[in-house]
Structures are given as C-alpha cells and as structure tokens.
C-alpha cells in the first residue's frame, strides 16, 4: 500500500515492519520515543540514564548514583550497583549490555526477577539514548573487571572488552553520553531542571546518595541529595517557608497486598492544599486510584475522630474532604508492580487494586494515630472545623459570584465590556491594570473577540486569606463572573466563556505585582486554566523610538540599543526620538491595538507551571508572611520567570 503523500511510500511487509523496529526507527522519529528534540527530549534522556540506576537502588543494589554535565555538553551517569550483565545472552547472541545499549525495550530480557518500579514516562529504555546520542560509552565493573564499550548514533563501535582488574567486591555502571546535535535543537541543559529532579528522586528513594555536578565553565557547582527520612523529609522541604502547626510529621511506610506504601502528611496554618502523588517515581499530576484512596480514608477517619471527641456536636455538618486538607502538605508514593496509566498526561493511575490497599492503610494507620496523638489529633480537628465553618461563609459569597447559565449575560459584571462572539475558542478577555489603559484598551480592541476587563480595586493576596474572605474581594469575584469556569469543586473548564485571558500590567513594579497576584490566585484556585493552557501574560514595549516617519516599538533593553545603533546610521549623528513607556496608560487606544492586542503582530507568554513543587514554593515565598525566604527569593528573581516558563 502506497502512502498517498509519498513520503513513507512503502510496502508493509514484514522485512521492512523488521526495519523500523531497529534503533533506526528512533533516530527518526525521535519524539515518539523521548516526546521532543528540544530541551525537554534533551532532559529527558539524563531522566532516562538515572531512572536506571535509580532502578538498581530500589532493587537495594546501589546507593550512590553520580550525574556530571561536562564541558562539551556531554553528561556523565554512574552508580554502584551489580552492573549491567556483560555474559552472553543465550538465544541473542551477544553480551547483555550491548543488548541493552542497541535493542529496543531489552531491559527485562536477561532479568526477569527484576521488576521496573521506576522508570520515565515512556519508559523507553536506555538504547533510546544510545540511539540519539554521537557518542556513548559503557563501562561496567561485575565479577572483578571493569568491562568498557562505545557507540556512535546507536551502532557498536569497540565490542565488549575487558580494561583492568577491580576487587571482585567493586561493581557498577558508568555511562557517558553525547547527545547527537543532529537530533537535538540545542544541547543546553539547565542545571536548575536536573537538580530538582534529582532532589525529588533522593525523597522519593530514602537513603540513596544522588550527587550532580556541572563542570561546565562559569557556572561550576556541585550539590548531593540525600534524605534518609524518605518523604517525611519531602514534606518537611516542602513546608520550610510556611508554619507547621504541629512539629512531628505523620509518617508511615508499608507494604500492602503488594504495593509499597509510603506518607509524610503536616499540616500548616495556610488555607491551601499541598498534596502531591507519585507512582514508581512519577509525578502523578492527574492523581488516580492510589489518591482516591488516600483521600477517601483520610475524609473518614478524620470526621470519625470528630464524632468520637464530640467535635462536632454543635455543628449540624459533616467535614468534607476539601475541609480535612486545608493548610495540608502531603506526599504519597507508590510502588506498583504493573501499573496502568491513564489520562490526557498519562499520569492518572487506573489500577483499582491500588485504591483498597491504601484506603484501608491508611483508614488503620490515622485512626491509630490520632488515638495515640491527642494533641496533634485536636490541632488537626480544629483546623478542619473551622475550614467547614468558613466554607458555608465562602458558599454564601460564592453564590454572589455564580451565573444561572452561561447564556445569561444578566448578571456579568457591568464594568466588563464583552466580546460579541460566544465561541469561547475565538475568544480573549484582557485584565487590564487601572481605569486608563482599560479604558484605551476599550477603543483600540476589536469588539468582536476581544473582552477588556479593567481592575481598578486591590486584588487579594490569596496566600494570606481564605476562601472566604477571597470571594468576597470585588475584583476577584467579577474576574471569576467574567471568566465563567467557576472555581474549586465546582470548577468547570468547559464553561470557560474565553480560551485567552489575558493579563495585561503596567512593566514597572506594581504591576509586576498586581500580575503577581493574578497568577497566584489562578494557580490556587483555578490551576486548570493554566494547565489547559489558556493564561497569557501580555507584552507591551517598553520604548518607542522615532526617527523621521520610521518608527519601531521595542520590548527590551537589548533590542532598544540595537535600533538605536540602526537608526543613528553609521556616523551615530541621527537624531532619534525615544520614549518610554511607563504604563499602558500612556499609549493612546491606536499605539495599544498596534503594539500589545493585534494578534497578527502581538507577543504573547503563555503561562506554563511545569513543577507543582516549585511553583507552589514560589507563591508560598513571594506572597507568603514569612519574610526571609521572601527575601533571599526575591534576590534572586530569574528564578521566578523561569520556573513559570513564560
Ligand atoms: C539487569 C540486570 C542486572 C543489572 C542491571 C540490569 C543494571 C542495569 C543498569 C543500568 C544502569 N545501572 C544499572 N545497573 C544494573 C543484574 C542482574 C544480576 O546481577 O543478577
């Protein structure tokens, strides 16, 4: 059968279905394999070459793994564990290792006791980096030698031989690779990316020594991960810029029905709920069955207690779950045999055994707990009361804030000027700072899709307050009328009246701030808008520069310089006329409309929260009462751009 585009015009038979199963088939479609050839893919290959050494240590045969990034962009992963097989394979007819390095999914095939807890989402093995990589090299230390290879873009280049003589008692798997800069768009790696994961991979591994270094020049730094307290110290990182309300963290670590159980739970005296899960070292941002688990026992256990100790005698209602985890900082991990992904992300766990076997864990283990913990016990029930007390306040206030249906505009707020379009995919609405540039925004937009919301009043720090108090701030109920969606439980993405909001602030420090705020309380209480991708961060210029009829819009530093030059001509004598622009305020309706709305020559950033835990921790640090880390953060406020990835 021809393909009708004649770019794949072959025949299926079986040779050539052979064919593609090589390593060829990698080096051809590598986002199949890695998702990417960008920053991500180049990322995900060191996640790839770790995950395996990661693997031996949970299989309790390593305990140090060593990640180098070299000067020539090259990344070094080594551990201490038995080392990867050199014996020849029986049917395969070749040394383990090079079956690893040069077959397609070979991982399991010379080891069937083993069984792959960790691993990368594709899960696609470490030949994938062979594949894509200049150059790789292998030396293994197994049975008193140290065994060496090489490969170039997935071929063997020197076969399995023997270097030297090690005590029999030393073992281990070195790898160093060279990313092939024919695949891979550029080969910069961020430190920042490797080294928080690597941190999360020493919480997720109690006791294993995780140690990465850069060697490359100018940016020279080593650190070492190393958390012998498992998750309970996760938690304890993950709490260190808030106020725990109780010192001990609630810990448990089991096995049950053959799964590996592992819980860290504090709670804080903050409104918000921190709980993040993971499967055989995967963030499992969708959740799924082992969270639902945990969920459920922890909603019951926690209202038991409370009938038991008469809590809530005068109170006619239950807790609900969203009660029992306000201020709660919890991570939970599992270890799964099989697992079964599912979701848009593919990190939702599936398997319903999951679900029985941590509800009933952790039903048993709370109950316990709180019986022998009277004082944590009593700390936790009060804060859980009062969140139920405070979300009957929020459901009053919140009703303020609810449309009948999405077609009666009767109640959105009257200082929205809305887009006359209704197909919420065709549609943007901009937040625009203060009643001038809203009202510029107003004449320059057009009206068929553009919204223009101006915020005049203060918008709430909603790290400093609850629910409550949260709703019932003007500026944020008449964003969430806007908006549509809703917020929280009740939050539906779907009801979405825009696929583009737009945030729109001044370039100076207020409205730094104020964007700040915004994107604090979207990411508290409506993440999902940023994960489906529709929060924009506008970018109008800093300076325009005039010279005669030319003129140009220029949005940094770098580039007003640049123009400047042109525009002087090469005797530097051009008279060139500039102005800044201070606020949006200053851009009459036409300059606003050319510089920042039109989308044909607009830019747009959108905002994109890769890392729960980091952005959590920035929001907590930046807007949080704790001023030191807020401090230290501030000064070093790249970070807060980067971690964004706007
Ligand atoms: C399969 C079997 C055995 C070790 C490994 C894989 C192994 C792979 C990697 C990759 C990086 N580091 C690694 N360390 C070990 C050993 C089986 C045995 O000794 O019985």
Redesign the pocket.
């Known amino acids: 059968m021809a393909n009708k585009n004649g770019d794949e015009d072959r025949t299926y038979d079986a040779g050539q279905i052979q064919v593609l199963k090589g390593l060829e088939a990698v080096r051809k479609r590598p986002g199949m394999y890695i998702g990417s050839t960008s920053e991500r893919g180049l990322h995900h290959l060191v996640s790839e070459v770790v995950d395996?050494?990661i693997?031996?240590a949970l299989a309790g045969y390593?305990d140090t793994v060593r990640v180098t990034i070299h000067n020539d962009n090259s990344v070094t992963v080594e551990?201490n564990?038995?080392?990867?097989?050199v014996d020849m394979h029986p049917t395969e007819k070749m040394p383990g290792v090079e079956l690893?390095m040069t077959v397609l999914h070979a991982g399991g095939k010379?080891?069937k006791d083993?069984y792959k807890v960790s691993g990368g989402l594709h899960g696609v093995g470490?030949s994938v980096v062979n594949a894509l990589s200049e150059v790789l090299k292998v030396w293994v230390k197994r049975n008193g030698s140290e065994h060496y290879m090489d490969f170039a873009r997935g071929d063997t280049t020197t076969k399995l031989k023997v270097l030297r003589d090690v005590p029999k008692k030393e073992t281990g798997?070195k790898?160093w690779f060279k990313p092939d800069h024919m695949i891979f768009t550029d080969l910069i790696y961020r430190y920042d990316t490797l080294a928080l994961r690597l941190r999360e991979l020493s919480f997720l591994n109690k006791g294993v020594m995780i140690t990465i270094s850069d060697e490359r020049l100018g940016q020279e730094k080593s650190e070492t991960f190393h958390a012998k307290g498992g998750l309970k110290e996760f938690v304890q990182y993950l709490n260190a810029s808030k106020k725990p309300l109780h010192s001990e963290v609630v810990y448990i670590e089991t096995t049950r029905d053959d799964v590996g159980i592992e819980l860290a739970m504090q709670y804080n005296d903050g409104y918000n709920e921190n709980v993040f899960s993971f499967v055989n070292n995967i963030n499992t941002h969708e959740g799924g069955t082992h969270l639902t688990g945990f969920k459920s026992a922890l909603t019951r256990v926690v209202n038991a207690h409370a009938q038991k100790g008469n809590f809530l005698k005068k109170a006619d209602f239950t807790l609900s779950g969203d009660d029992v985890r306000e201020g709660l900082t919890a991570v939970l991990s599992v270890k799964v045999r099989e697992p079964q992904f599912e979701g848009q992300t593919k990190t939702k766990l599936g398997n319903s055994e999951v679900e029985s076997a941590v509800k009933t864990l952790v039903n048993e283990f709370l109950a316990a707990y709180l019986e022998e913990h009277p004082r944590t016990a009593n700390i936790i029930l009060e804060k859980a009361v009062s969140a139920a007390r405070a979300r009957e306040a929020a459901r009053k206030a919140r009703d303020l804030t609810r449309r009948k249906s999405a077609l009666d505009v009767g109640n959105l707020p009257g200082k929205l000027a809305d887009c006359s379009l209704t197909d919420p995919a065709l549609c943007e609405i901009y937040l625009v700072e203060g009643d001038s540039a809203g009202g510029s925004a107003k004449q320059g937009r057009r009206r068929d899709f553009q919204a223009i919301l101006p915020l005049r009043g203060k918008i709430i720090n909603v790290e400093k307050a609850r629910i409550d108090k949260v709703l019932s701030n003007e500026e944020i109920r008449t964003i969430i009328t806007a908006i549509g969606s809703g917020i929280k439980e009740e939050f539906d993405v779907g009801k979405a009246r825009y696929h583009k909001i737009i945030i729109m602030t001044d370039a100076d420090v207020d409205g730094a701030h104020i964007r700040t705020l915004l994107l604090t309380f979207f990411y508290r209480q409506m993440p999902e808008l940023i994960e489906a991708g529709y929060i924009y961060i506008a970018q109008p210029p800093l300076f325009r520069l005039a010279k005669g009829k030319e003129e140009y819009y220029v949005y940094d530093l770098l580039e007003r310089d640049e123009v400047m030059k042109r525009l002087q001509g090469s005797d530097g004598r051009g008279t060139v006329n500039v102005q800044r622009y201070k606020g949006l305020g200053e851009m009459n309706p036409e300059q606003l409309w050319n510089t920042t709305m039109d989308p044909e020559r607009r830019t747009l950033l959108k905002v994109n929260i890769e890392d729960a835990v980091s952005a959590d921790d920035m929001f907590t640090k930046l807007m949080g009462d704790e001023v030191e880390p807020r401090r230290v953060f501030i000064e070093a406020n790249a970070q807060f751009v980067k971690n964004l990835d706007i």
């Open positions: 395996n050494s693997d031996e390593a551990d564990g038995r080392g990867i097989p690893a010379f080891d083993s470490v798997t790898v």
